[in-house]
């Protein structure tokens, strides 16, 4: 029984706790979890607002200790330019999954950037071409560096290319994380040259119409469709889905407010058209990559079992560690 009270825990805390290793390895588990049936099926809510949104993730994880974890997170997309503030802000709250109680309230930054990075690189672990060595990311916000990173944990890269509606953007990208990873980057704005020169492309924009095309991918390779998290948002062109392979963190979820459901909506694919889900893939009930020429896409919209487990990672490590920083909301 938690007695001391709630633990309160700051961004900068949170990313001291949480390694990107580190969150790979769960987040592979959790789906590992999941294609064995360990974990239900997690909820989602979503809220409009006039230039944002409000959406709510919640999860249970019950294998080892249980715990219930819901994740809110604003998205506001001008808030950079207009406010100097993160696209997303939000915290998650864990709470014990035996009796309730509020174990800890944290900021959500780092979690939601890590474990959806983390989620790419174990789709592209089994997905993606036994050594791709070139890489594309679209967007270069902290998404996208932690995409890369991410990405060198698993594949062999040696080269990637940058590509942002903001110059500065992917030319500090590419500055930064060359220097870090030992890699070749170079900032792009013919972005077709680029997917089409690539093993694996990621998207991880806020864009509401769709700027990777089908005749711009090449046989063979893997796509990680990370942006489009709500119903307005789209990165792929409908075509290039309906003519691939297609993977989803979350068929359900997919299919309503991700890439999916555009090309769905266009009446290319069913639902039930797209391969399966990545959890299928990762225990073994599906196959992931069959020959070298078929393109993949993982349509990635962020579950809540990634929050969850990542969330209880970051939990035990801050109690291992004896933080002190409680709160008593019976108080």
């Not at 290319?161 to 220097?179: K, M, N, P, S």
């Not at 030992?182 to 093993?199: N, P, T, Y």
């Not at 290039?240 to 890439?259: H, N, P, R, Y």
Request: charge should be negative; hydrophobic fraction near 40%.
């Amino acid at each position: 029984m938690q007695s001391r009270g709630t633990l309160l825990l700051g961004r900068s805390e949170v990313a001291s706790l949480l390694s990107l290793e580190e969150c790979i390895e769960a987040i592979e588990r959790v789906f590992r979890w999941q294609g064995e049936g360990r974990v239900p099926a997690p909820a989602i809510l979503g809220v409009k607002a006039a230039v944002g949104s409000l959406h709510v993730k919640a999860g249970f994880l019950g294998t080892d200790r249980s715990y219930l974890v819901a994740k809110l997170n604003t998205n506001f997309p001008a808030n950079t330019y207009q406010f100097g503030l993160p696209t997303i802000q939000g915290v998650i709250v864990i709470c014990d999954g035996e009796n309730g109680y509020p174990l800890a309230v944290i900021d959500s930054t780092d979690v939601t950037v890590k474990r959806t990075a983390a989620a790419s690189a174990v789709a592209a672990k089994y997905l993606a071409r036994r050594g791709s060595s070139v890489a594309t990311i679209c967007g270069c916000g902290k998404q996208g560096h932690a995409q890369l990173r991410a990405l060198h944990t698993v594949l062999p890269l040696t080269k990637a290319y940058a590509f942002d509606r903001d110059e500065r953007a992917a030319g500090g990208f590419a500055t930064v994380l060359a220097a870090e990873l030992k890699l070749e980057i170079e900032s792009v704005r013919d972005l077709g040259h680029a997917i089409r020169e690539s093993d694996v492309c990621v998207t991880c924009t806020p864009s509401r119409q769709f700027f990777v095309r089908r005749e711009d991918v090449s046989p063979g390779t893997f796509i990680a469709a990370v942006g489009a998290d709500d119903e307005h948002k789209q990165e792929i062109d409908p075509a290039l889905l309906s003519s691939s392979k297609v993977i989803a963190d979350s068929l359900e979820q997919c299919s309503t407010i991700g890439d999916l459901h555009h090309a769905i909506a266009q009446g290319l694919m069913r639902k039930e058209d797209a391969y399966g889900e990545l959890a299928e893939v990762v225990v073994g009930r599906k196959a992931g990559r069959i020959t070298e020429e078929e393109i993949i896409v993982f349509d990635s919209t962020g579950v809540a079992i990634e929050d969850a487990i990542a969330t209880a990672l970051v939990y035990e490590k801050a109690c291992a560690s004896n933080r002190d920083t409680y709160f008593a909301f019976a108080v």
